[in-house]
């Protein structure tokens, strides 16, 4: 069974970090781009953070260039998304991706609630 399970969301201050972590399983990660999404309420969901399977190509939203990096261990498995500097305008649910070809999963989402 395929899965994509995303861990390390919860509440924190503004100017706060959190380590979001998407563990995957039941296919061949190191195949796969990976990516990080968000979708806050009402609004569309969006790109944040891109990944190539095997690392070291990297793409970033301009609103997150230079506060969040995406990382991966394909001997864990495992895509991470450490985000600093956090603001209220990026609370939304975070959403792990895996994509390869015609082949594309989704992670159920982890909430991120950035408030004082």
């Known amino acids: 069974q395929v899965q994509l399970v995303e861990s390390g969301g919860g509440l924190v201050q503004p100017g706060g970090s959190l380590r979001l972590s998407c563990a995957a399983s039941g296919f061949t990660f190191s195949r796969y781009g990976m990516s990080w999404y968000r979708q806050a309420p009402g609004k569309e969901r969006e790109l944040v953070a891109s990944i190539a399977s095997t690392g070291g190509a990297t793409n970033y939203a301009d609103s997150m260039k230079g506060r969040f990096t995406i990382s991966r261990d394909n001997a864990k498995n495992t895509v991470y998304l450490q985000m600093n500097s956090l603001k209220p305008e990026d609370t939304a649910v975070y959403y792990c991706?895996?994509?390869?070809?015609?082949?594309?999963?989704w992670g159920q989402g982890t909430q991120v609630t950035v408030s004082s």
């Open positions: 991706n895996a994509a390869r070809s015609f082949t594309i999963y």
